[in-house]
């Protein structure tokens, strides 16, 4: 579930790239409406004794939340190694049949 509220955040990155502090705010909600919307308590799942039910479910917002921000920070780990492995500006002197010049 993590996952797919990433890419529901990544949806919206137009409006979201003005300042990188709305990403964390933008998952926190985003996660936490899909709990609410699921009705999903991963407490009472695990048998855990919550208070109340609504807190079980806020706090497991804030559990995907965390989940959907590690996909975030693996998977643009994953793309600096691709970019690393495969450099681009030699990818294009072949392709243009450019001479280096420096």
């Known amino acids: 579930m993590g996952l797919a509220i ?3 955040a990544k949806v919206v ?4 790239s003005v300042a990188q502090e709305f990403w ?12 609410w919307l699921a009705d ?4 009472e799942a695990w048998g855990l004794a919550v208070r109340n039910d609504t807190i079980g479910i806020i706090l497991t917002g804030f559990l995907i939340a965390g989940a959907s921000y590690f996909w975030r920070e693996v998977l643009y780990f994953f ?12 990818t294009i ?10």
């Not at 990155?13 to 979201?16: A, D, G, I, K, Q």
């Not at 999903?40 to 407490?43: G, K, M, P, T």
């Not at 793309?79 to 030699?90: N, Q, S």
């Open 24 to 35: 964390a705010l933008a998952l926190v909600a985003l996660g936490m409406g899909a709990a």
């Open 6 to 8: 990433l890419v529901a």
């Open 93 to 102: 002197e072949k392709t243009e049949q450019l001479r280096r010049v420096a």
């Open 79 to 90: 793309a600096g190694v691709a970019r690393k492995f495969t450099d681009e500006a030699k």
């Open 40 to 43: 999903f308590n991963l407490f």
């Open 13 to 16: 990155h137009r409006y979201l």
